[in-house]
């Protein structure tokens, strides 16, 4: 979500003044009107020239007083009811009529719109609705809804201040009173995994207070009630306005339906919305960096290591790759055995293989470094030797947001979803992988596919799907969009040689070895494996087999993290 506080405060400054009105009394009844004492008083309230907003609300400059808008006046010391005073002429300046019951020494409340007496539960307290409000226009209540423009707003326009200790010069008050908005607006566009929402009908907002009791004391709001609100426009608009209450935590869930009859759901973290501000903002719904299969949110992309880089959320140098079919080092035909001579930079340069358990040392594929792992036989998801040494690398780089995937992980993934096997082209570079998508379809789940074929998911068994390149190929070719909606597990290969002279990746292109977090004993951990033979055929992907669980802990291969931090809280 991106969001600006494009005007940091609301408020207007009113100058008031309070006098007896000679045509209504005359000098004996003017007398007879001790200050000192308790009594309904003649009063006209003046707005200073100077006042920013009432009303009539403008985003843009001052707003103005509409002629008849009905105050409220409380008296906090000696309480008697609501009074009321009416605006006497429209425009920034205006002055209002009315009678007040005070005295010297009171303590004086005010607020727009007036609200009858009998809607408040407790003395001193307004009952106060975001959803649908009644005001006064010439004499007659006039019930709106929120709508989503502008003009509606002026309806909700709650503002409130105070008057402490007033004090008479003879039969008039002439004080500085200072009111402040009550309220927060929102002006709200929306997009969804990059598409920019136009022409919205309706608009739910859930978990957002509706209703709220105020204090005219102290300003404070009670007894909240979040139902949330109903927004819908005369016509389909594009943006919309909204007047909420202020809130510490201000978090909702946005549902938006469109004119062409489509529904969008976009949950909007918490964060403050302070009192008489005004924010314009992009509510936004990015693309999950996972799947969720069966509640299980498996990432999208590979582990990696690049110095240099700094995303929020992750430690200095690791982040997620940026494509599901990327990994460094790609090789412009995926067959071949050895891929190109590596940096000799050891440690220094961008790297997405790592040992089993490493974190410390874990991005350096230097020959010194090979027996760098950890000799922990038990599953280590989400655990860390003293000082961080080892563990589980996927939830140490990402502050515990990611976790690497355990053997049972993978074997639920198999079964949970259809397995495809095929190929991206990437800038000409064919990439070769396994996709892994969700169905409820019984003939599909669990299994793993090519053109023309297929077999049970997990399983040891090679087929002949024709060598890449060739006629008789018959993996599929996966579209950017595809991908985007499955678990695509790339055959990045791995590195297990450790010549620091001519270092090299295993098999970059034609094998999948991807680390999961369930140790064997002390120098062998289990690996999800796939391989693709230079003469077209291919030993499916499995991860169950005695094989399986014999990979040395000192090779270098692929994480796939799953996540398990917060909704719309994460980076890449």
């Given at each position: 979500m991106n969001f600006k506080n494009v005007y940091a405060t609301l408020l207007c400054v009113v100058a008031i003044g309070l006098t007896s009105c000679s045509s209504e009394l005359n000098n004996d009844e003017t007398n007879?009107?001790?200050?000192?004492?308790?009594?309904?008083?003649?009063?006209?309230?003046?707005?200073?020239?100077?006042?920013?907003?009432?009303?009539?609300?403008?985003?843009?400059?001052?707003?103005?007083?509409e002629k008849g808008d009905a105050i409220l006046a409380y008296n906090l010391a000696n309480p008697q009811g609501f009074d009321q005073l009416h605006a006497r002429t429209q425009g920034v300046y205006s002055k209002f009529d009315g009678s007040i019951k005070c005295k010297v020494g009171d303590d004086l409340a005010f607020f727009y719109p007036y609200q009858d007496e009998s809607k408040s539960t407790t003395p001193g307290t307004l009952e106060l609705n975001m959803q649908e409000n009644?005001?006064?226009?010439?004499?007659?209540?006039?019930?709106?809804?929120?709508?989503?423009?502008?003009?509606?707003?002026?309806?909700?326009?709650?503002?409130?201040?105070?008057?402490?200790?007033?004090?008479?010069?003879?039969?008039?008050?002439?004080?500085?009173?200072?009111?402040?908005?009550?309220?927060?607006?929102?002006?709200?566009?929306?997009?969804?995994?990059?598409?920019?929402?136009?022409?919205?009908?309706?608009?739910?907002?859930?978990?957002?207070?509706?209703k709220a009791t105020f204090d005219l004391k102290t300003g404070k709001f009670t007894n909240r009630v979040n139902d949330g609100l109903t927004i819908v426009p005369p016509t389909p608009v594009d943006e919309l306005y909204v007047m909420v209450f202020p809130d510490d935590n201000?978090?909702?869930?946005?549902?938006i339906e469109t004119a062409d009859n489509k529904t969008y759901t976009i949950h909007d973290s918490g964060f403050k919305l302070d009192v008489a501000s005004y924010y314009a903002y992009t509510v936004e719904k990015v693309i999950d960096p996972w799947i969720d299969v069966d509640g299980v949110k498996w990432g999208k992309y590979n582990l990696q290591y690049e110095p240099g880089t700094k995303v929020d959320g992750w430690r200095d140098a690791y982040h997620l790759a940026k494509n599901p079919?990327?990994?460094?080092?790609?090789?412009?035909?995926?067959?071949?055995?050895?891929g190109q001579v590596l940096p000799r930079n050891f440690g220094n340069d961008k790297f997405d293989h790592f040992r089993w358990g490493d974190i410390?040392?874990?991005?350096?594929?230097?020959?010194?470094?090979?027996?760098?792992?950890?000799?922990?036989?038990?599953?280590?998801?989400?655990?860390?030797?003293?000082?961080?040494?080892?563990?589980?690398?996927?939830?140490?780089?990402?502050?515990?947001?990611?976790?690497?995937?355990?053997?049972?992980?993978?074997?639920?993934?198999?079964?949970?979803?259809?397995?495809?096997?095929?190929?991206?082209?990437?800038?000409?570079?064919?990439?070769?992988?396994?996709?892994?998508?969700?169905?409820n379809d019984r003939c599909l789940k669990g299994t793993t596919r090519w053109i023309g074929g297929s077999r049970r998911s997990n399983i040891n068994y090679t087929v002949n799907v024709g060598v890449y390149g060739t006629n008789c190929c018959r993996l599929y070719n996966f579209t950017k969009v595809q991908l985007e909606n499955g678990v695509f597990l790339p055959f990045a290969g791995s590195y297990q040689t450790y010549n620091d002279g001519c270092p090299r990746l295993d098999k970059p292109g034609s094998q999948a070895l991807y680390w999961t977090s369930t140790g064997s004993n002390w120098k062998q951990a289990t690996a999800f494996t796939a391989y693709y033979h230079s003469n077209g055929c291919l030993s499916l992907p499995v991860v169950s087999t005695h094989i399986n669980a014999t990979n040395p802990k000192s090779n270098m291969y692929s994480i796939r993290p799953i996540f398990i931090g917060e909704q719309q809280k994460y980076k890449k």
């Open positions: 007879a009107l001790n200050p000192n004492e308790n009594a309904a008083r003649e009063v006209t309230v003046s707005a200073s020239k100077g006042a920013t907003t009432r009303s009539i609300i403008n985003l843009n400059g001052k707003a103005q007083w009644t005001i006064e226009k010439d004499g007659v209540a006039v019930t709106k809804v929120q709508d989503g423009t502008r003009e509606t707003l002026n309806h909700f326009d709650y503002t409130w201040g105070t008057l402490k200790n007033i004090n008479f010069d003879g039969p008039t008050l002439l004080q500085d009173i200072e009111f402040s908005k009550q309220y927060s607006i929102l002006k709200l566009d929306f997009k969804y995994e990059g598409l920019a929402l136009k022409n919205i009908k309706k608009l739910t907002i859930k978990g957002i207070t509706t201000f978090e909702a869930t946005y549902i079919w990327d990994f460094f080092y790609t090789e412009s035909y995926p067959l071949y055995t050895m410390a040392k874990a991005p350096h594929y230097g020959h010194s470094n090979y027996l760098h792992y950890w000799t922990s036989t038990q599953d280590i998801q989400k655990q860390a030797s003293t000082r961080d040494e080892f563990g589980d690398l996927a939830y140490y780089a990402s502050n515990k947001t990611w976790r690497m995937p355990s053997k049972h992980d993978f074997e639920h993934l198999m079964s949970s979803t259809v397995g495809y096997l095929g190929y991206y082209i990437d800038g000409g570079k064919p990439v070769i992988g396994v996709l892994y998508v969700p169905t």
